[in-house]
């Protein structure tokens, strides 16, 4: 099982990497579409042999909504605001990936320094949890495309996530489907008002949304 | 009890989603709202009992804070009413740019203002921090379609930056949440559970350097929504953009229910005994706040960004307060109503002149008394209440916040506090002053406009004047308790 999980945690930073590296919108979603699926699976795993029908039901849901749902929302958001369909990054390319590498001996060493009152199921858990939300913080800042933004939003939410199933959190089902939900309808408005920046842009690059500055006399 | 007032707005907003009829959804607005302003003052009478498993109770700030959220949301939806009622026209020409524009559907307004309530009700009865972040979340999705009611550029760049920014400070306030959670997990494996009361019972026993870093993830999230600086990025574009209703909402309850999501954590972290810590925290980011806030004050052109500022420099008082600590606390607690009453109505009175002279420039607008006698007055009447003039509550209350860091002998925290509460006084009183005074540069013949859109910031003019002057016994002792819950 800890084999599992190892190679599971290792695909989540890759996947980290792919959404850095790739130019291509599509390439993007499914890179966080593969992450929702990862944080399924990861959530059964770590369960492990106390594992609940109510636990199962809980993993297999979240990685429907975040690996089919959303992504299915953030492609049709693609299609309708007919987006130039590549991400073009305010930084280059390169020069995320080198950031990505920085970040990740950050969260290594960060992961080695907060120590977990109990002994997590693998040394990986909480420097991949922090990689995936600094990750998720880079794009959003470096990327000029609305729809990437949200992209950089959603893998912030994962490493969250996995932060949460890292310290084998139990919280109620309740909480966790509301916590869920708020996360789809998140992605669901932002989606909408993506659809209509492009309609009242003809883009969807936020670097032209300046318009309201404080203008000082 | 609590249920009620969760399902009632929340039920009310989802029904008016699907009302054809134009007269019945602007009656449910209004009907709901008094149902639960009248719950609301039910609740300072006979204490609801606490549901499912404690989760949902109300305390002392939680009253305070629900209490004020439902007053604020009786007032506005007469406002409401009538503005919406004006808005009714197919297209609008845009008062900056000239281009035209058209409105979103109505009933969305609506619904989405009611489930708005919901959502801060909730904030404010949660004593549950992870349900409590689906709440302060909820807040954001509601009020986002708020802000873009008028489908134009300006106000969906307002729209996206609110809800950019706030959703990842709020995915941070979400991390800081399980960090809070593995502090309170046991070597053994077992877990206190997330409810603030246990959490507080327990605190002594929390693990002090997660318990330290979930507070700066928590203070870092809640204060982007709470406009504190420098997350504060987001609050005057969407306050200057949005309807004058909704940024009377946004400015006067919402800033409070994020406020309360900083409060439970200080809660526990007093109860730990590390109030050392966070008060340090709370008064950094609380004076940066005046600071930034008195910067962009100074020469500010757009009255309703200037309002927005005004409302930064406040949450930044709310933060030095709670940081003070001792009797300052009370003197936050109290600063809270004053302001969002004034807010409130100084927004709403806001929206009153941009109609009838259709600029946001201060320059642009003269002779308020003479053209509106009746908003003109009440404006002035703001402006005196909102930089802190005797003999109005923010006057009050900024004093004993004052007092509270003189008596400590936080004499540099004093004198920086008191420098920017003057400089943000005399950089208001120019512009506020001279909008009012005078005669209006091109002769305006003010149009017939209902009684509502001045009824409802009467309304809350009343209150402000009232806590200036008289502080009822029951408000004193759910003050006191609320204040002794944070120290």
């Known amino acids: 099982m800890a084999q599992v999980i190892n190679s599971t945690l290792v695909l989540l930073v890759l996947s980290g990497f792919t959404l850095l590296g790739s130019s ?96 997590p199921p693998s040394s990986l858990l909480v420097p991949a949890a922090l990689f995936t939300c600094l990750t998720g913080m880079i794009v959003i800042v470096s990327r000029r495309k609305a729809l990437t933004q949200v992209m950089g939003y959603l893998a912030l939410e994962n490493g969250v996530y996995t932060f949460g199933a890292a310290v084998a959190l139990r919280l109620p089902v309740l909480v966790e489907l509301g916590i869920l939900l708020d996360v789809f309808v998140g992605v669901f408005v932002m989606g909408i008002a993506i659809f209509h920046i492009s309609r009242e842009f003809d883009h969807i690059d936020t670097d032209k949304l300046v318009a309201l500055t404080d203008h000082l006399s | 009890m609590i249920l009620l007032l969760l399902i009632l707005p929340a039920g009310a907003g989802i029904i008016a989603f699907f009302l054809a009829s134009d007269r019945l959804r602007r009656s449910l607005l209004v009907l709901t709202a008094s149902a639960h302003f009248a719950l609301s003052l039910l609740t300072w009478f006979f204490q609801p009992a606490p549901s499912m498993a404690g989760w949902l109770a109300e305390d002392a700030l939680g009253k305070l804070v629900e209490t004020l959220t439902s007053v604020l949301f009786f007032a506005v939806s007469f406002y409401a009413v009538a503005y919406l009622r004006e808005e009714q026209r197919e297209a609008h020409s845009d008062f900056e740019e000239g281009f035209i524009f058209s409105n979103a559907r109505e009933a969305s307004f609506t619904g989405c203002l009611l489930l708005f309530l919901a959502a801060m009700t909730l904030v404010a009865v949660s004593q549950q921090l992870a349900l409590l972040w689906v709440a302060v979340e909820a807040t954001t999705l509601a009020s986002a379609p708020l802000i873009y009611f008028h489908r134009h550029h300006r106000s969906l760049e307002a729209t996206w930056k609110y809800l950019l920014i706030c959703s990842v400070g709020i995915a941070l306030a979400l991390l800081g949440v399980f960090f809070l959670a593995v502090a309170a997990t046991n070597p053994d494996g077992s877990t206190t559970s997330m409810v603030v ?106 009255y ?184």
């Open chain 2, 197 to 302: 009361r246990d959490l507080s019972q327990n605190a002594r026993h929390l693990n002090v350097p997660w318990v330290k870093a979930a507070f700066i993830l928590l203070l870092v999230g809640y204060g982007t929504k709470m406009g504190l600086a420098p997350f504060h990025t987001w609050l005057p574009d969407a306050h200057s953009e949005a309807p004058s209703v909704a940024s009377a909402l946004l400015s006067g309850a919402l800033l409070n229910c994020a406020f309360l999501g900083i409060l439970r954590t200080q809660e526990i972290c007093v109860a730990g005994g590390l109030a050392p810590f966070t008060d340090q925290l709370l008064l950094i980011f609380g004076l940066l706040s005046m600071a930034v806030a008195a910067v962009f004050i100074l020469g500010q052109t757009d």
């Open chain 1, 24 to 119: 291509r919108l599509a390439a993007c979603i499914r890179a966080v579409a593969f992450q929702g699926m990862l944080l399924g699976l990861l959530a059964i795993c770590l369960q492990g042999a106390n594992v609940t029908m109510t636990g199962l039901l809980l993993a297999v849901t979240t990685a429907a909504v975040k690996s089919v749902l959303l992504p299915w929302l953030l492609l049709r958001a693609m299609r309708e605001a007919e987006a130039v369909r590549e991400v073009e990054p305010l930084i280059s390319f390169n020069v995320s990936i080198i950031a990505g590498a920085a970040v990740l001996i950050l969260s290594l060493w960060l992961g080695q320094r907060l120590q977990l009152p109990s002994q």
């Open chain 2, 304 to 487: 309703k960004r200037m309002l927005a500022y005004s409302s930064v420099e406040h949450m930044g008082i709310l933060a030095v307060g709670v940081g003070l600590g001792g009797a300052a606390v009370f003197g936050s607690a109290l600063h809270m109503i004053n302001h969002s009453l004034t807010k409130a109505m100084l927004f709403l009175v806001a929206g009153n002149i941009l109609a009838v002279y259709r600029t946001k420039s201060t320059e642009g607008v003269a002779g308020v008394l003479a053209v509106l006698p009746f908003s003109g007055a009440l404006w002035l009447l703001g402006f005196f209440a909102i930089t802190g003039s005797p003999p109005f509550g923010i006057f009050l209350s900024e004093f004993a916040i004052l007092k509270g860091a003189l008596d400590q002998g936080q004499t540099l925290v004093a004198i920086i506090y008191l420098s920017l509460v003057a400089i943000i006084l005399a950089a208001m009183a120019g512009p506020a002053l001279a909008m009012a005074q005078g005669n209006p540069r091109e002769p305006i013949t003010p149009p017939v406009r209902s009684i509502a859109l001045r009824t409802a910031p009467a309304m809350l003019a009343v209150g402000v004047l009232l806590f200036g002057v008289y502080i009822p016994p029951a408000l004193t002792r759910v003050l006191r308790e609320a204040a002794h819950l944070l120290n």
